[in-house]
């Protein structure tokens, strides 16, 4: 009898390798692995500006070599949000040829991270910058009117954020910016003012050079037009303000790293941002606005009134002198928005 008439071939069949079915790969490509790779060889860049998911990244900067490269996003870096500021690294094409596309495969450690919410109530952050030094708020001292309360937003934004802002009135021909300059005299700010015919250029271009600066402000109060004029060339879209609402209409909808050069040779960084109405600040924690003013305020010569203890760790040291009239009707004014930005951001 022959061996298969014994019954065993099913037991046979079932170590037979050809019965066994594979699922063919239907892109025909490789699997996809979790080992990434090192990209050792990567070049550094700043993001220059972010347009549709593309970015322009300056390479090899203050070199011979020196270029902006239009790069996409790497797949592993996933949702990482990628912002005007950041430092990353590049692989693939960086020469720069047109039609050419490098891809972002990292973003460096940030320094700074100036971000804004929807709202108040949005605790979704919004990135607008990375690697930012400075914060250049401009504000008109009229058409548009100024808005004190959204400088106070600008300010929390960047006490936040570890910058140093400094405030900028424009159009001082057409109004006098001391009652609104006399809200911030509590505190330590820096203040630039320029009219139609008087632009402290070499003023601004000193406190710029060397830093990384960031504007921000309303649309139409001439944020733009400074920008082109302390960068020539840059071109930046302006607009005129809308004589029945007083709005300015936006016209720069990108943001965009711009060199600034001085006579001397010295440079900095200015990233320009569109103009907005509002600033929200979902994403502060409400304890540390206060706290962060109180780091920024004019601090008074002499012994305070009153025995209130005078003391660097005192991080209340300014709301107790506030409340002792030290710093007069301003001091008043400043504590009020705050804690109304507080109660609005809890």
């Known amino acids: 009898m022959s061996w298969w008439a014994d019954g065993d071939e099913d037991d046979d069949d079932e170590f037979d390798e050809s019965s066994i079915r ?5 892109k025909g490509n490789r699997p996809r692995t979790k080992t990434r790779p090192e990209h050792k060889d990567a070049l550094s860049g700043r993001i220059m500006t972010v347009d549709r998911g593309r970015f322009s990244v300056l390479i090899d900067q203050d070199t011979p070599n020196e270029r902006e490269i239009t790069s996409s996003r790497a797949r592993e870096l996933g949702r990482t949000p990628i912002v005007t500021g950041d430092w990353v690294d590049l692989v693939g094409d960086t020469t720069g040829d047109q039609g050419t596309l490098s891809r972002i495969v990292r973003v460096h450690e940030r320094s700074t991270l100036l971000r ?8 979704v952050e919004r990135v607008v910058v990375a690697n930012a030094d400075q914060m250049l708020i401009v504000v008109a001292a ?5 808005r004190a309360r959204l400088i106070d937003r600008y ?4 006490f936040d954020a570890g910058i140093t802002p400094i405030l900028c009135i424009t159009k001082t021909d057409l109004a006098d910016p001391a009652p609104l300059l006399a809200e911030f005299d509590a505190l330590d700010l820096r203040i630039v003012t320029l009219s139609r015919d008087s632009v402290p250029v070499e003023e601004l271009t ?4 060397g830093q990384t600066t960031v504007t921000v402000g309303h649309s139409g109060v001439g944020k733009s037009t400074l920008v082109n004029i302390l960068v020539p060339g840059a071109d930046r879209a302006t607009g005129v303000v809308n004589t029945v609402t007083g709005r300015g209409r936006h016209t720069s ?12 040779g010295r440079t900095g960084w200015i990233i320009d941002t569109p103009g907005v109405r509002s600033f929200g600040l979902g994403h502060v924690d409400p304890a540390n606005i206060l706290k962060s003013f109180a780091a920024t305020a004019r601090v008074p010569e002499g012994e305070p009134p009153g025995g209130i203890p005078l003391t660097e760790a005192h991080d209340w040291e300014i709301i107790d002198r506030v409340e002792a009239g030290e710093l007069g009707e301003s001091g008043k004014a400043r504590i009020e928005s705050l804690r109304k930005l507080i109660d609005h951001t809890a």
């Open 155 to 158: 300010l929390v934004a960047a």
């Open 142 to 146: 009229a058409n548009p009117e100024p």
């Open 253 to 264: 909808s990108s943001t965009i790293c711009l060199r600034l050069r001085a006579a001397d």
């Open 22 to 26: 594979m699922r063919p790969n239907p």
């Open 206 to 209: 000193d406190l710029l050079v």
């Open 116 to 123: 804004r919410s929807a709202d108040d109530s949005d605790a």
